[in-house]
Nanobody, 128 residues
Framework: QVRLEERGGDSVQSGGSLELSCTVS????????MGWFRQAPEKQLEGVAL???????IYAEAVKGRFTISQNNAKDTLWLQMNNLSPEDTATYSC??????????????????????WGQGTQVTVSS
């Protein structure tokens, strides 16, 4: 059983930075994808960034160049460094994990239903 726990959500001013972390308990599938989805009020769930065991990454266009996803060697901690935040980044951010289901990272980023493991979410609020 995999458990995910996020930390780091906060309220910041536009242009500010935050780092989210996700602690993984249990054993991830060997062929895992892990990452972050977010959901803003009255908006659809959106894939933010994913990473695989080898460190390959993918980002949503909206965050490319501003957000960085990373993991430690033990694969039990995931981070999302978020820079130059804007009010459009305001959302609940959830840490997610799954086996890769033979999807590409790009496909998985568009298919949140593939992710069987979800954290409870952490709130990020960016004010202008």
């Amino acid at each position: 059983q995999v458990r995910l726990e996020e930390r780091g959500g906060d309220s910041v001013q536009s242009g500010g930075s935050l780092e989210l972390s996700c602690t993984v308990s249990g054993t991830l599938p060997y062929d895992y994808y892990m990452g972050w989805f977010r959901q803003a009020p009255e908006k659809q769930l959106e894939g933010v960034a994913l990473i695989d065991r080898d460190g390959n990454t993918i980002y949503a266009e909206a965050v490319k160049g501003r957000f960085t996803i990373s993991q430690n060697n033990a694969k039990d901690t995931l981070w999302l460094q978020m820079n130059n935040l804007s009010p459009e980044d305001t959302a609940t951010y959830s840490c997610v994990a799954t086996r890769n289901w033979r999807l590409t990272l790009a496909q998985a980023l568009r298919e949140p239903h593939r992710f069987g493991y979800w954290g409870q979410g952490t709130q990020v609020t960016v004010s202008s």
